[in-house]
């Protein structure tokens, strides 16, 4: 084998990436929501070049675009997602699906090569209508009552009249065939700075991050804020506050090196300044990539609970309301990566954690997964001025291209 077997067209990745930038424009990158016309075109203008890449393509009916080859031998599944965050990055997503498309466009037509790259776009992985919906429809984790009941987080729209309004109604939802690919390979942008600021170029993903979001709710006494003694009051948002403060001096002692965790909102109740709150409401995540981990901390989370409880003042519940396991990434697929990077990237990668969700997470219920990420200038991410430098970008092609080959030549 030689140690150079791309045929990247670095030029061509790059084209194909800012014709996707330039539908739905929004100052340096895109807005780009889930069934919005601008997405509803970038998905025909991802269909329409399939038939290059030795693929035929079908809009399946929960938005997925999915290309599929006729060539014998073993299939590798890549791709990513094609929508955007509100007012966001031109490459969270799109790198992916034009990477997966030039591994096509290279290793299908290639007659000395056993087996081809399919493709998959998958729909609303930013969640503007649920979770991961486009990946967990193909994995078969989606009924019809999800879909029903799914509405656009930002404007309210049903998904079903979204689904419609695009032309999607009525048509069949694709589920993946099992035991037709050998694996799913995604490549992304890092959306964090470990590769930048270590002078690299490839992230070879070990695991994505579980995510595990609760809803603790404070109750006390509503009651007047001029004249309730301090002594007597049972304010709910100071309880609240003192707990926020409690999380961070004790769970360090418990966490892992990596593990995370945020209050996204608080709402106090009834949230006025003549009031003392009598209720207050906290959403709270924790990531890791190991389960143990966020079982310890769920673990100390309801002894502070119940230690704010036996106090007496006010009370406090704890809610888990989402579960999300960590998916750890398959070792031969990891292996390719690194391989790849060494031929053409000059090894400048490192193995590192996903902390944010992809869809490679889903796809790994049903079929090893890999994932490779390429750097974000500043770390930036979910926001118009992300980017990734030209030359970056074309490198992570290549890397991505071989080691897609050599996953396919096992
Ligand atoms: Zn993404």
Not at 381 to 407: K, P
Request: aromatic share 6%; hydrophobic share 40%; glycine share 10%.
């Amino acid at each position: 084998m030689s140690d150079n077997p791309t045929r990247v067209d670095g030029a061509r990745v790059l084209a194909d990436l800012n014709a996707l930038r330039a539908i739905g424009a929004y100052k340096t990158g895109v807005h780009k929501p889930s069934f919005s016309e601008p997405h509803r075109r970038s998905l025909e203008w991802l269909a329409a070049r399939l038939p290059d890449a030795g693929l035929s393509a079908e809009i399946d009916g929960i938005g997925n675009v999915l290309g599929t080859s006729a060539k014998p031998g073993p299939k590798l599944l890549a791709g990513s997602h094609l929508e955007s965050q509100n007012y966001a990055g031109w490459l969270d997503g799109p790198l992916g699906v034009v990477y997966a498309l030039e591994a096509a466009r290279v290793i299908n037509p290639d007659t000395n090569l056993d087996g081809a790259v399919e493709l998959a776009a998958w729909c609303d992985e930013e969640g503007h209508f649920g979770q991961f919906l486009g990946s967990r429809s193909y994995v078969g984790a989606v009924t019809e009552a999800e879909i029903d009941a799914a509405r656009d987080r930002t404007s309210g729209k049903a998904m079903r009249d979204a689904l419609r309004d695009v032309g999607l109604a009525g048509r069949a939802r694709r589920t993946a065939e099992r035991g037709r690919h050998i694996g799913y390979l995604e490549a992304h942008i890092e959306q964090g700075e470990t590769l930048e600021s270590g002078g690299l170029k490839i992230g070879v993903v070990t695991s994505i991050v579980g995510i595990w979001q609760y809803r603790i709710s404070f109750e006390g006494e509503q009651n007047h804020a001029g004249t309730t003694r301090m002594a007597v009051r049972r304010d709910a948002g100071l309880a609240l506050a003192r707990f926020c403060v409690e999380i961070d001096d004790r769970f360090p002692a418990t966490a892992g090196p990596r593990t995370v965790w945020t209050t996204g909102r608080i709402t106090l109740d009834p949230g006025a300044p003549s009031i003392i709150p009598g209720r207050a409401e906290m959403l709270f995540q924790i990531r890791d990539d190991d389960a143990r981990v966020i079982e310890r901390l769920e673990d100390l989370l309801r002894t502070m609970a119940a230690e704010v409880n036996a106090k007496g003042k006010c009370s406090v519940a704890v809610e888990r309301i989402r579960t999300g396991a960590p998916a750890l990434m398959e070792a031969s697929f990891q292996h390719a990566i690194e391989a790849a990077s060494s031929a053409l990237a000059g090894g400048k990668s490192q193995r590192m954690p996903s902390g944010a969700g992809h869809d490679a997470q889903i796809l790994a219920t049903i079929m090893p997964a890999g994932m490779l990420f390429v750097p974000s200038i500043g770390g930036i991410s979910h926001h118009w001025t992300e980017n990734t430098a030209d030359d970056d970008i074309v490198t992570g092609a290549e890397v991505f291209v071989d080691a897609c080959r050599r996953l396919l030549k096992g």
